[in-house]
């Protein structure tokens, strides 16, 4: 079970790691087409290292913004820490990408075809 900060914290990372990503969106052009969304954060029991867990769509070069955005992590860092001033040390940031959006259109677009193939 996780300690309470720990999720606590996590949740809070999410959401300013999410702020973020839209304002970045706005400054930067390889980021313009994109919609970022922060699926998830999570902490190790330190609170030294989060993971970040990134959905991008649409997906078609999903890696290469993914590599973009590790390529940032310092400057992702730092604009973090001006935005959570009140915690000790900020995490180092380790992020991947969350495919589970293109998983479930996967099987979605599979039972459609196989619900087509009944008819």
């Given amino acids: 079970m996780k300690p309470k900060r720990q999720d606590r914290l996590g949740r809070e990372i999410q959401r300013q790691l999410g702020e973020i990503f839209l304002s970045l969106s706005r400054d930067y052009d390889q980021f313009k087409d994109k919609f970022l969304s922060v699926t998830g954060v ?7 290292e989060a ?11 999903a890696q290469q913004v993914l590599e973009q955005i590790k390529a ?11 935005r959570m001033s009140h915690i000790r040390r900020i995490p180092d940031l380790k992020f991947f990408l ?8 996967h099987i ?6 196989d619900k087509q193939d009944d008819n």
């Fill in 42 to 48: 999570k902490l190790t029991p330190d609170l030294l």
């Fill in 51 to 61: 993971r970040a867990y990134i959905s991008i769509y649409p997906s078609d070069n």
């Fill in 72 to 82: 940032m992590k310092s400057q992702i860092r730092y604009l973090l820490g001006q």
């Fill in 98 to 105: 969350d495919d589970s959006l293109d998983y479930i259109e």
């Fill in 108 to 113: 979605d677009n599979l039972l459609k075809k």
